[in-house]
């Protein structure tokens, strides 16, 4: 355990249990990316104590940004590996909520962190995903968890298991993302949808990378 703000504790073991249950929860369904036409993108930045939770919601159609909410909390939990959504998942999830009820509803959400490259295969993509029954991708910098392998069409796979999660896609300057599924979307699918908005001279696909420069935006803020 942990020590955390108001003299509670954070049970760090119990969290990892509860990661285990949660993940016989992840479906891996077909998605036509040709039908996506929201993808609300979230993610976390930090300044002090303060942590900010973005959700930016982008038209794939149109490509370009239609609305976004900001909250800003106070960090509560450490940062602790594999168990990144215990710390940020809550105000994300409360962001896009919000974003919801302010502006549209997502077909899809984008996740800045893994989802099923994980080593309990539950990473933040998948929990955001299940905490709001939406079709979910994570995407990351640096992978956490699995193996890289080529698939059968040649891909650069991401591997858990011997089972595919994930792929590794590169934009124009050899910087790599790391896409896995987090919820309700297949691999093939996540790739596609991913490709379909990543303008590749950005080191993230164009929603997640609006919603990044907007918690750097926040952080002069606060």
């Known amino acids: 355990m942990v020590l955390i703000t108001g003299g509670r504790y954070f049970d760090y073991e119990a969290a990892k249990q509860l ?5 016989k929860l992840v479906r891996i369904d077909p998605v036509k990316p040709d039908s996506i036409e929201i993808i609300v993108a979230t993610d976390n930045g930090y300044k ?29 939990i450490p940062y602790i590996p594999g168990l990144l959504a215990f710390r940020e998942a809550p105000l994300m999830i409360e962001a896009i909520k919000e974003l919801s009820l302010r502006c549209v509803e997502a077909d899809i959400i984008m996740v800045n962190g893994h989802g099923l490259s994980h080593p309990r295969r539950f990473g933040i993509a998948s929990h955001v995903g299940i905490a709001l029954d939406k079709p979910s991708i994570g995407i990351a ?8 392998t080529t698939d059968n069409n040649l891909r650069t796979a991401i591997t858990v298991g011997g089972a595919v999660v994930g792929y590794v896609l590169e934009n124009v300057y050899g910087g790599k993302v790391f896409v896995s599924v987090g919820h309700k979307v297949k691999p093939e699918d996540a790739l596609i949808i991913v490709d379909m908005v990543w303008n590749r001279s950005n080191p993230l696909p164009d929603p ?12 002069l803020k606060i």
């Not at 910098?141 to 890289?148: A, N, V």
């Not at 997640?208 to 952080?219: H, Q």
């Open 48 to 76: 002090g104590s303060k942590v900010i939770g973005v959700a930016v919601a982008y038209n794939a159609k149109k490509r370009k940004e239609l609305c976004h909410i900001a909250i800003v909390d106070e960090v509560e």
């Open 19 to 23: 990661q285990l249950q949660l993940s």
């Open 141 to 148: 910098k640096r992978l956490l968890y699995g193996s890289i």
């Open 208 to 219: 997640l990378y609006i919603a990044d420069n907007l918690t750097k935006k926040m952080r």
